[in-house]
């Protein structure tokens, strides 16, 4: 299994975020603030969390037991075809309803009914496959 969600990787996951501003300017204007969890399906536990205050990350690294707003899940496979080849709205839509994106925490329905937090949802997967 590769390195995903280490602490390390997270924290270049940071950073990618931060310096793409179609993800933190956008959810800037909406004054998004959240804890996201990632990880993969088969776990217990997320594997690792950021905390976006105004659209940029402000902590990033290894899930603690904190209370998270997002928890998205995937097989490892899944995350890295996603990496390499970042998905559009449709291939989300396809891998929510398939289970190979689960939400374990948050609700995808209404993010992507909303336009500003659904272009920066999709931006992020560019965003982890430039880390």
């Known amino acids: ?29 909406i004054k998004f603030n959240s804890k996201i969890a990632y990880g993969f399906k088969d776990d217990a536990e997320p594997r690792a969390v950021i905390v976006v205050e105004n659209g940029k990350v402000t902590e ?9 707003n997002w928890d998205l899940r995937a097989d490892p496979e899944d995350w890295e075809k996603w990496f390499v080849n970042p998905p559009g709205m449709m291939t989300l839509g ?11 925490r948050g609700d995808y329905a209404a993010m992507v009914k909303d336009p500003r937090m659904a272009g920066p949802f999709i931006k992020s997967f560019a965003v982890m496959g430039r880390v």
């Open 60 to 68: 990033a690294g290894d899930y603690d037991g904190e209370e998270t």
């Open 94 to 104: 396809i891998a929510y309803t398939s289970r190979k994106l689960k939400f374990n």
């Open 1 to 29: 299994m590769a390195d995903y969600f280490t602490k390390d990787w997270m924290l270049r996951f940071k950073d990618e975020w931060n310096n793409e501003p179609g993800i933190s300017d956008e959810l800037g204007q």
